[in-house]
């Protein structure tokens, strides 16, 4: 499948990671964050998961989907487009903490998958029916950081999930700096005692045509993307290492969204296929430099 220079640029455009590794003020904090203040950030539909790196202490992950769209406007040659952002709501305990700083997260992301978990969302299981055994071990072979940076996924974890694996910023995520923080995303109920980190933005193409065409973005509503975390922090003094592996999918609609149709997954007659979409929006970011020199 081709794509124009155009479309390149869209997507470049859409594609940024939104925290700052070791943030120290408020200019390294995430754009993101002023959209949410003023009240610019809106989701058609969200999902917020819950994963325990310790016993008792969850941390929340929130996915939110918005699709664009306006007579006469284009991204690329698309006259619409769909967007995620994420979100890490860290625990006060750990974010507060004396050693916040110490905290070391990375963030690894696969392409949305056509299929639905066989165990629901219970923790630990969420990518069941989603992705292979063997391609969950391999995911969770991925090394934990070390010595500054988020190591690249092995050769063999392509191999073994049949597609690429990405890493959301080679330098760990530090979440201490609470002036990075937001206390509430918009649509989304979050329980008290956490703070809660912008962590990536992407779009994701190709995305509906006409502007009247919805088959992508109902698609991606359902879609369960694959997130791995690998992970460092203290918890009351105690050093605390994790992988969690997540597949989540924002399926919960917004009011006066519009909501999916058709079936999920979609037969192979429909076409609907996108593999391969988050991950071009997101590699596509790397080479720009190329197309715009």
């Not at 610019?40 to 999902?47: A, C, G, I, Q, V």
């Not at 992407?202 to 502007?211: A, K």
């Not at 791995?228 to 917004?254: D, G, I, Q, R």
């Amino acid at each position: 499948m081709g794509f124009s220079r155009n479309l390149l640029l869209a997507i470049a455009a859409s594609t940024y990671v939104t925290q700052t590794a070791l943030a120290i003020d408020d200019d390294e904090c995430s754009g993101t964050l002023d959209e949410i203040r003023e009240k610019r950030l809106e989701f058609n539909s969200t999902k917020t998961a819950a994963f325990e790196p310790t016993p008792g202490d969850p941390w929340l992950f929130t996915l939110g989907l918005s699709d664009w769209r306006k007579e006469g406007f284009m991204w690329g040659d698309y006259e619409s487009s769909q967007h995620i952002e994420t979100f890490l709501s860290v625990p006060n305990g750990i974010a507060n903490g004396e050693r916040a700083n110490e905290t070391r997260v990375c963030i690894y992301m696969m392409d949305g998958q056509n299929a639905t978990a066989n165990d629901g969302n219970k923790s630990g299981h969420s990518c069941n029916g989603i992705l292979s055994d063997e391609c969950q071990k391999a995911l969770r072979s991925i090394k934990r950081p070390a010595d500054g940076t988020c190591p690249d996924p092995p050769v063999s974890v392509k191999e073994t999930c049949n597609q690429y694996v990405l890493y959301q910023s080679a330098t760990p995520q530090v979440y201490d700096n609470a002036n990075c923080s937001t206390p509430a995303l918009p649509g989304v109920s979050l329980p008290g005692g956490y703070k809660t980190f912008p962590v990536m933005g992407t779009g994701l193409f190709p995305s509906d045509n006409p502007i009247d065409s919805y088959e992508l973005y109902g698609l991606r509503v359902r879609q369960p993307i694959p997130f791995l975390f690998t992970m460092e922090f203290y918890n009351n003094k105690t050093l605390t290492t994790a992988t969690e592996l997540l597949c989540v999918a924002p399926n919960e609609v917004m009011k006066g969204s519009r909501k999916p149709e058709g079936d999920f997954p979609p037969n192979a007659a429909s076409g609907l296929d996108t593999k391969g979409a988050v991950m071009l929006a997101i590699g596509v970011w790397s080479v720009m430099g190329l197309l715009l020199g």
